[in-house]
């Protein structure tokens, strides 16, 4: 008996549901995250389609790791999505292939003025394929109050340079106590682009088609990163950093490079902490911007309702609800301090966000190109010989600069 009640509201259940999508369009969402970025899409949705009487979206997600390949074979079986969220990382490559709906004439009426707005994830030879979701910035200094405290130190600010950085952390460092002055990681986003870029260097020449990373500027930056770890001593090396997922929470850090997404998971630290711009370089100071774009999916047969959905998602209710959740930092600029009530110690990054806006040369775009995922994987296995003291920077970096052009070559000629 009991079974059959349970059976009976199964029917009532998925009948209930399948009437609501009656007499609608019905598009497909897809997207990735953990269960608490699944939640704040959920709630888009849900807000979407209660205020909707034709379109009604689906919401489906994986986790990052299989979104990609998840999506490469729904588009190989023509059961794409209609819409869903693209990494700029991939951007160049699937608006090469044909993926992405052409979005140019829908995007003219949209103010990008209003919005942190990056080309690289949303725009592919001058073709929009996508719609700014929301942004991530990149080289941002983490610093530990309680530890410059205790040290004596005032915190971090707009006049620090390299030097500065540089005799703050040795006054932090105690290697017999397990405490270090600074911690700058190796990979590009977190950490190697922005040094590079305040050396005077860059990754690769303005379009993007030959390396750079034995110009003088650009080995000046790499030396850096290597005499805080073997001339200075207050940054670990790279076989201590082991195991260390996030160097930054274990309290033992002054100073730590990184990434605006460890914002959510810094909330509840047992001890203060603050965000600074990175310290101006030989040649000025450079953080990273990266986004998030949503996308149509050229397989898709309900455009207009793709593009109705998607401007709510990219209008204030859509991106407040984002805010709100705090898993991400909106890209519509009137919504970005709806965000950081979330999160009061994490407002130097709101000052940083403000001042782009009067010089929005301090953000600097990340280097994507066609096959970037292969050549980054490449530039951070290669560099990692300097990081490990196996090599000096500049043998490594024109071991780098080799391996990473081919690959760089290869995808530029296909």
Same mark, same amino acid.
């Given at each position: 008996?009991?079974?059959?009640?349970?059976?009976?509201?199964?029917?009532?259940?998925?009948?209930?549901?399948?009437?609501?999508?009656?007499? *609608?369009?019905?598009? &497909?969402?897809?997207?990735?995250?953990?269960?608490?970025?699944?939640?704040?899409?959920?709630?888009?949705?849900? *807000?979407?389609?209660?205020?909707?009487?034709?379109?009604?979206?689906?919401?489906?997600?994986?986790?990052?790791?299989?979104?990609?390949?998840?999506?490469?074979?729904?588009?190989?079986?023509?059961?794409?999505?209609?819409?869903?969220?693209? %990494?700029?990382?991939?951007?160049?490559?699937?608006?090469?292939? /044909?993926?992405?709906?052409?979005?140019?004439?829908?995007?003219?009426?949209?103010?990008?003025?209003?919005?942190?707005?990056?080309? &690289?994830? #949303?725009?592919?030879?001058?073709?929009?394929?996508?719609?700014?979701?929301?942004?991530?910035?990149?080289?941002?200094?983490?610093?530990?109050?309680?530890?410059?405290?205790?040290?004596?130190?005032?915190?971090?600010?707009?006049?620090?340079?390299?030097?500065?950085?540089?005799?703050?952390? *040795?006054?932090?460092?105690?290697?017999?106590?397990?405490?270090?002055?600074?911690?700058?990681?190796?990979?590009?986003?977190?950490?190697?682009?922005?040094?590079?870029?305040?050396?005077?260097?860059?990754?690769?020449?303005? %379009?993007?088609?030959?390396?750079?990373?034995?110009?003088?500027?650009?080995?000046?930056?790499?030396?850096?990163?290597?005499?805080?770890?073997?001339?200075?001593?207050?940054?670990?090396?790279?076989?201590?950093?082991?195991?260390?997922?996030?160097?930054?929470?274990?309290?033992?850090?002054?100073?730590?490079?990184?990434?605006?997404?460890?914002?959510?998971?810094?909330?509840?630290?047992?001890?203060?902490?603050?965000?600074?711009?990175?310290? *101006?370089?030989?040649?000025?100071?450079?953080?990273?911007?990266?986004?998030?774009?949503?996308?149509?999916?050229?397989?898709?047969?309900?455009?207009?309702?793709?593009?109705?959905?998607?401007?709510?998602?990219? /209008?204030?209710? /859509?991106?407040?609800?984002?805010?709100?959740?705090?898993?991400?930092?909106?890209?519509?600029?009137?919504?970005?301090?709806?965000?950081?009530?979330?999160?009061?110690?994490?407002? /130097?990054?709101?000052?940083?966000?403000?001042?782009?806006?009067?010089?929005?040369?301090?953000?600097?775009?990340?280097?994507?190109?066609?096959?970037?995922?292969?050549?980054?994987?490449?530039?951070?296995?290669?560099?990692?010989?300097?990081?490990?003291?196996?090599?000096?920077?500049?043998?490594?970096?024109?071991?780098?600069?080799?391996? #990473?052009?081919?690959?760089?070559?290869?995808?530029?000629?296909?």
């Amino acid at each position: 008996m009991k079974s059959n009640i349970m059976f009976l509201l199964v029917v009532i259940l998925s009948l209930a549901m399948s009437l609501t999508v009656i007499g *609608k369009t019905n598009i &497909t969402f897809m997207v990735w995250g953990n269960i608490f970025e699944i939640q704040a899409y959920q709630r888009m949705v849900d *807000k979407f389609n209660q205020s909707q009487k034709d379109v009604f979206v689906n919401l489906q997600s994986t986790s990052w790791g299989a979104y990609f390949q998840t999506l490469q074979n729904r588009i190989a079986a023509n059961n794409a999505p209609d819409v869903f969220v693209m %990494d700029g990382a991939y951007f160049d490559n699937f608006a090469k292939e /044909g993926v992405f709906y052409n979005l140019t004439n829908l995007m003219k009426d949209i103010d990008l003025s209003k919005y942190y707005f990056e080309p &690289t994830a #949303c725009e592919y030879n001058g073709i929009f394929y996508g719609a700014p979701k929301d942004i991530t910035i990149g080289g941002i200094l983490y610093y530990n109050k309680n530890l410059f405290d205790k040290a004596g130190l005032t915190y971090p600010n707009w006049d620090w340079t390299w030097q500065d950085w540089l005799d703050a952390a *040795k006054k932090l460092t105690n290697i017999d106590a397990n405490k270090w002055g600074m911690y700058i990681p190796t990979y590009g986003e977190g950490g190697l682009y922005q040094i590079i870029w305040g050396a005077g260097g860059h990754i690769l020449n303005s %379009d993007r088609t030959q390396f750079t990373l034995t110009t003088p500027d650009t080995l000046k930056g790499l030396q850096f990163m290597y005499d805080v770890r073997y001339k200075y001593y207050v940054n670990p090396s790279e076989s201590y950093m082991q195991g260390l997922s996030d160097p930054f929470m274990t309290g033992n850090f002054g100073t730590v490079l990184g990434l605006s997404s460890s914002i959510v998971g810094y909330k509840s630290l047992p001890f203060k902490w603050g965000i600074a711009p990175i310290p *101006k370089g030989p040649a000025g100071r450079y953080m990273s911007i990266n986004q998030l774009s949503y996308v149509v999916s050229a397989q898709s047969k309900n455009i207009k309702a793709d593009w109705q959905f998607i401007e709510f998602l990219i /209008g204030p209710e /859509g991106q407040k609800i984002m805010a709100e959740n705090g898993q991400a930092i909106p890209a519509l600029k009137s919504v970005v301090p709806v965000y950081f009530d979330n999160f009061p110690q994490a407002t /130097g990054l709101l000052d940083i966000l403000n001042k782009s806006n009067e010089d929005p040369s301090i953000l600097r775009d990340i280097p994507f190109t066609l096959s970037w995922y292969e050549w980054e994987n490449m530039l951070e296995s290669t560099l990692e010989y300097a990081w490990t003291n196996t090599m000096n920077p500049e043998k490594a970096a024109s071991m780098a600069q080799q391996s #990473c052009q081919k690959i760089l070559d290869r995808a530029l000629k296909q």
